[in-house]
């Protein structure tokens, strides 16, 4: 029996997110998902005038590749992979997975080898070149993740992927004001206590056009600017490693000192060049749906009362100048259930314990988005 829920959660996808006009070329990459969402999107794509294409991938072969690959073949995907990708005006990204640790046991510098010539150069045409999505498909893993049955998680899945982001999108509107008006920023939390500048750095609210879900503000931080510590209370996956009790220490921008549960893997990838050691992305999140860590970025980092600090590349949209083959969302959660804080802009404190105080910015608290 067909679910409507895929073809309401198709139309937000090229409607809302991407906007397809007629006659735009739209690519649809699903990674280990059904048929049956892909047929929706196809059928989406064309209702708006659209023309679909298709790419088909699984993680494990995706794996293979990596692990066995070599400059000259990784090179060879990556250009042809970027060839498409400069031949479209959409890309619509789904990523499934049965096993979220997938390419923990691929040695870092065949992960290496992939961002290099393959991974990043395709982000490069593709985030600032394209329309673009990207969103990960629910299974069974990841409702264990979330501590939450299969029936259960995909119910939640589907309304935090289809909330009114209209809303959303309007109540951003004075926390980019405002952002865009700070200098100094100040984080205090539990082993926590930094600073550092946003000036002149773009602020792009994002509501549901380039990740579901959605609810962030982004900005950069001055790239040299960053100083204190921050200790992170959320657990974070990345190359496939699960990193838990990330504790950072800034000295002009850089980090200095780094430790985790996997502190060696930890400086390994903050080794990988020198900007993977300074921050290119700082970002306030709010989506109402989602309370509690379930170790996938694209829901974690939207977790209301949380930010995330994030080490390497800078988005060309809010650009700092840092460039980094890494780009690592590490998030802080807030609200009281995990330990509160402050965040205050230029001395004014305008959140605590993850609740937005400032009058003019209550209209992103839980409350008021759902």
């Known amino acids: 029996m067909h679910d409507p829920r895929l073809d309401k959660l198709a139309n937000v996808l090229t409607t809302h997110s991407t906007k397809v ?8 990459e699903g990674i280990d998902i059904p048929q049956e969402m892909v047929i929706a999107l196809i059928r989406a794509v064309r209702k708006a005038d659209g023309i679909p294409l298709v790419e088909l991938k699984q993680n494990r072969i995706q794996r293979e590749i990596i692990l066995g690959g070599n400059d000259a073949g990784i090179q060879l995907i990556g250009e042809y992979e970027i060839y498409r990708m400069k031949k479209v005006q959409a890309y619509i990204g789904i990523r499934g997975s049965h096993n979220i640790t997938e390419m923990s046991d691929v040695p ?3 992960l290496q080898r992939y961002q290099k010539h393959w991974s990043r150069p395709l982000n490069d045409i593709r ?3 394209t329309k673009w999505v990207v ?3 629910p299974h069974p893993a990841m409702a264990q993740q979330a501590k939450m ?7 939640y899945y589907f309304d935090v992927c289809t909330l009114d982001y209209s ?3 309007q109540a951003m509107v004075p926390l980019k004001s405002m952002m865009e008006e ?10 926590t206590d930094l600073r550092f500048s946003i000036k002149d750095i773009p602020v792009i609210p994002c509501a549901g056009e380039y990740n579901i879900p959605d609810g962030e503000c982004f900005t950069s931080p001055v790239r040299d600017s960053v100083n204190g510590t921050i200790h992170f209370n959320t657990p974070t996956i990345y190359q496939g490693t699960t990193f838990t009790d990330i504790r950072l220490r800034f000295e002009d921008g850089k980090v200095v000192e780094a430790s985790a549960n996997n502190t060696e893997r930890l400086n390994t990838i903050l080794d990988t060049d020198e900007g993977a050691r300074y921050i290119g992305e700082f970002a306030i999140a709010f989506n109402p749906y989602i309370t509690n860590p379930m170790l996938d970025i694209l829901f974690d980092e939207k977790i209301a009362g949380s930010f995330h600090f994030t080490p390497g590349q800078a988005y060309e949209e809010a650009d700092n100048g840092n460039r980094s083959a890494v780009h690592w969302d590490m998030v ?3 609200t009281t259930e995990h330990g509160g804080g402050e965040m205050f802009f230029d001395g004014t404190l305008v959140r605590k314990d993850g609740r937005f105080v400032h009058a003019a910015l209550e209209g992103l608290n839980p409350e008021n988005l759902k």
Do not use: K
Not at 149 to 155: G, K, L, N, Q, W
Not at 182 to 190: F, K, M, P, S
């Open 182 to 191: 700070t200098d100094e920023v100040r984080i205090v939390g539990e082993d």
């Open 21 to 28: 006009q007629p006659g735009e070329f739209v690519l649809i």
């Open 167 to 169: 809303r959303m999108e």
């Open 149 to 155: 049955s299969t029936e259960a998680f995909e119910d």
């Open 127 to 129: 985030v600032p070149q």
């Open 332 to 334: 802080m959660i807030q």
């Open 135 to 137: 969103l990960r498909w």
């Open 108 to 110: 870092s510098e065949a």
